[in-house]
């Protein structure tokens, strides 16, 4: 049924101008399609509200410089249409930290750190690496900053010489997703030195391949034309620096349950230097320790800039901003797909526009690849394959699916299930067949311009389909758009301070010329590659800040006590059955919970990112 009060269907001017929908429509809880409207004042004003949508939300796209994905037009958030903007006056900006009391810690780390290192004349160079240590805590009790998420970060600060705690980080680290099995090695390990059979518990490289015990990470090809940073050092540091950017590849060894790392492949390819291939020592010689622990170092920061600028903002922000843009512009608010997907989508356009005006040119303060952002999303848009963003198919096409520890894989995994299930529900109630599917206009449109105007100079738009013909396709399509935009971002962004806190363990920076073949490595030389203690301290404060949950975050599982949100607070799928489907979303989520919850128990350092008590329903940090 449809309730229309009594007041004027036509558009008026003056609300035009403020942003907002010029119709008022009280309409049942389920939507429908356009299809199945049956009153033709409303299939009108239906097409009407659409075409406000797109005066009001326009595709955008940069003029100069490397590709760049669709985004909305605007830049200037205050600009934005009020139904894309955050719903509290207290997000009205990146700068709502300012008014809020128990967040002036973040204010003044954002600032206050900045002020106190501009013009020194000359960077603070930490003198050991415990220096690093006893600096994050410092700045953690300064600032107050939340407990267990210190106690985690100096854990994983105090192992991060242990080779096996190293490995770990690619099971259940900040960022996992880069894990494959070896069957053969790939190009770029030509050139590689024999590896003793002593590194791999007696085995030949060949063998340990064979019995699947080899895996690698690879973080080269997104770095590939990237060019150094350090433009802006002196702001930082009050000294000019070059950042380097160092590509770097890894190979890992199962050794009974456990990865470790066995080789690492850098490569200084802005400098045109050849590859340099360093194993862990198989003397306990100090040079050959300080070697091995030196292209950990590199290898981690090229790690570092691939996850806050190709997995965080290119994948979970950028990618998710073309879903969001397309969904106002095409689906009707009466559509049921638009009341499945806007509870995800809200806020997306927002956050990034402000990410865009503030947060990327921040990039350039701290992280190496910060002066060349630009391409870095370049060349992560142009990796990705809409098959890779279906997870049973991610870790089945990489091996992975049975690694021991892999707790993300395990997670991820589960997290899929259940929201598949609740996905194909939903569409199985909204199209009775699969011909419905295809005759739905608005749906054609809102994929049309996913592929058309968001990938729009990306080979094939990059996989993702530019039509879809069935309900099945479409619960999976519907799927990868919620699960990237809730449980990936959520993997990627929560843990930042953990790894990030202590620099050592994950540098944003290294100033020293990534090593050559036959370099004598010296704890100076290191202690002189390793971040300043202002570039440090900024990466802790900006880590922190981005890592913590919105104040208006609502979760898969909620909790009252704690004023904690869930999925019902903002559902627009209020039907009977739509909302049986969301209970049983919220009681499949609760067995996660509660296997997570259990599993940890055991755990030394516990993976708890994915609990979906601690997972956002959509991107807003």
Known sequence: RNYIYPHNPLINPSRAKLGCLPHLFVREGSGCCRTKESIPYLISARDQDLMHCK???????????????????????????????????????????????????????????????????????????????????????????????????????????????????????????????????????????????????????????????????????????????GAKSRIVTGAKQTWYVCLGDCLLFLDEGKLRPVVIRLEYWNGRDPPTFWMPPTEETNSEYLAWMYAKMYLKCAETQVMVVCSHYSRAHALNEIFAVSLFRNLSSAHPIHRLLKPHLNGVIAINVQARSLLLDALALIFSSGDDTRQLITNAFSQMKYQDFIIPDWFKNRGTSSVPGYYLCEDALELWDCLSQYVTEVVELTYDNDNEVKSDTELRDFCREITECGFKGFKDACGFPSKISNRSKLAEYLTVIIFNVSVYHASVNFQTIKYLGFSPAAPSVMTMRPPREGDVITLERILNSLPSKEVAEFTMGLSYNLGQFSPIENFYLGDRSSGKGDLMNETMLVGKKQLKSIKKLGREMHEVKSRIRSRNKTLEIPYDVLSPDEIPTKTQT
Not at 86 to 112: D, T, W, Y
Not at 133 to 150: I, P, R, T
Request: proline content about 3%.
């Open 55 to 229: 005066s009001l939300v326009e595709w955008g796209y940069f003029k100069d410089g490397p590709t760049y994905p669709g985004h909305i037009a605007i830049s200037d958030y205050n600009q934005l249409p009020r139904f894309v903007k955050f719903k509290q006056a207290k997000l009205e900006s990146f700068q709502f930290l300012r008014s809020q009391s128990k967040l002036v810690g973040r204010k003044l780390i954002l600032n206050g750190l900045m002020e106190r290192a501009t013009f020194r004349g000359k960077a603070d160079i930490m003198s050991s690496i415990d220096d690093y240590l006893n600096n994050f805590l410092e700045v953690a009790s300064k600032f107050s900053w939340q407990k267990k998420q210190v106690e985690d970060g100096i854990q994983i600060a105090r192992k991060f010489g242990d080779d096996f705690e190293f490995g770990r980080q690619y099971l259940c680290g900040f960022d996992s997703w880069h894990l494959r099995r070896v069957e053969e090695l790939g190009e770029i390990w030509e050139n590689m030195p024999d590896v003793p059979e002593e590194i791999l518990s007696g085995r030949s490289i060949q063998a340990a391949i064979k019995e699947g015990l080899i895996f690698e990470a690879n973080f080269h090809e997104q770095l590939k034309g990237v060019e150094d940073g």
